[in-house]
């Protein structure tokens, strides 16, 4: 493969929403000024909350990093040799450490590629481009900025080539079934005949084996889960006490999702300067930060075909733990 000076490799865009964004304080005016009480996930990732996410994936308990990982190490000359993919973008793409599997693929297949993560965090991206590029000598990175839940229809993809949308870390789980459908429809509708989906997407089991995920020994979860609270009293001038608030993760069998909560261990009032409000949480009264929608392999295959699209290839881990799906437009 053909080298080329590092810094031409790497370079980046800022992607603007096609839709209105809901700020940090239309959120918790929506979420947290009434009840029963909620925030979105999406406020758990400052710099801290992302460094915390990592170690989580290293714990013993949390088995989907590990599992998309195996999966992607297993499978991903496959993936490639399927996909063809002349540029592979990543939604949410994070340190982009798992997707490493699919470059060692195209280095190993002589298929180079160029490479678009999307995330919010500019920094993480940027630092991990310049890594990628060093050990990747024919590898272009164009790092996009932005929130891809504000829409897809202003990424500055090419027209040309065909392209890979990969979708990790069982993140469409996060969304109510309504969004994952929209998101999915999105995604659907950036795509040509020639692309293909690459989707990771946890599944339901036993409810000592969630929980435990969600909920690890160490008590990394349970900061992680705090940490919000940190972040609302840094950027809305609240004054939450943070460690007086229990963490919980329950499996809803009924709605094959995980709840993650916060839990008041006292009565205690919590003024957000930046609102200029204030709000009274009871002993005990709980905060909903997160689901964690769990799939089987019919629930995940209707929800596709809802989007218009269709599984090409089902890779799964043992046992039936993850999944990683290869899919097309229908």
């Known amino acids: 493969m053909t080298n080329s000076p590092t810094g031409a490799r790497l370079t980046s865009t800022h992607v603007v929403p096609d839709r209105p964004l809901a700020s940090l304080a239309d959120d918790v005016r929506a979420g947290l000024l ?57 939604l949410g793409s994070g340190s982009s450490r798992k997707t490493r599997h699919l470059l060692d693929a195209c ?30 000598d024919w590898l272009t990175v164009h790092a ?19 392209r890979l949308i990969v979708f990790l870390g069982g993140t469409l789980g996060n969304f109510e079934p309504a969004d994952a459908l929209a998101m999915l429809e ?3 509708a950036l795509m040509r005949d020639d692309d293909r989906l690459l989707l990771g997407i946890d599944r339901v089991k036993d409810t000592a084996t969630l929980e435990a995920a969600y909920d690890d020994a160490q008590g990394v979860t349970a900061d992680f889960n705090r940490n919000v ?11 939450f006490p943070v ?9 809803d069998r009924d709605n094959a999702r995980i709840e993650m909560r916060l839990t008041a261990d006292y009565a205690h009032r919590v003024r957000l300067a930046a609102l200029d409000t204030a709000i009274d949480i009871d002993a005990g009264e709980e905060i909903v930060t997160e689901f964690s929608h769990k799939f ?28 990683l799906v290869l899919a097309r437009r229908a």
């Open 186 to 188: 999105q995604i659907a």
């Open 296 to 323: 089987t392999p019919d629930t995940l295959r209707a929800l596709l075909n809802a989007a218009g699209l269709a599984m090409d290839r089902h890779f799964e881990a043992d046992g039936g733990a993850y999944s």
């Open 144 to 162: 996009l900025i932005g929130d891809y839940t504000g829409g897809l229809s202003t990424v500055p993809l090419p027209e040309d080539g065909r």
């Open 243 to 251: 460690e007086a608030y229990r963490h919980r993760a329950l499996f």
């Open 229 to 239: 609270l940190r972040v609302l009293n840094r950027e809305l001038e609240a004054d």
């Open 34 to 90: 009434t009840r029963p009480r909620w925030l979105s996930p999406k406020y758990f990732y400052d710099d801290h909350g992302s460094a915390l996410f990592e170690a989580i994936c290293a714990t013993p308990e949390y088995y989907p990093s590990r599992s998309e990982a195996a999966l992607l190490a297993a499978h991903g000359r496959t993936i490639i040799e399927a996909s063809s993919p002349e540029h592979i973008l990543e």
């Open 107 to 136: 280095d190993v297949l002589n298929r180079p590629c160029r490479y678009w993560p999307f995330d919010v965090s500019a920094q993480m991206m940027l630092d991990a481009g310049a890594e990628l590029v060093a050990d990747y």
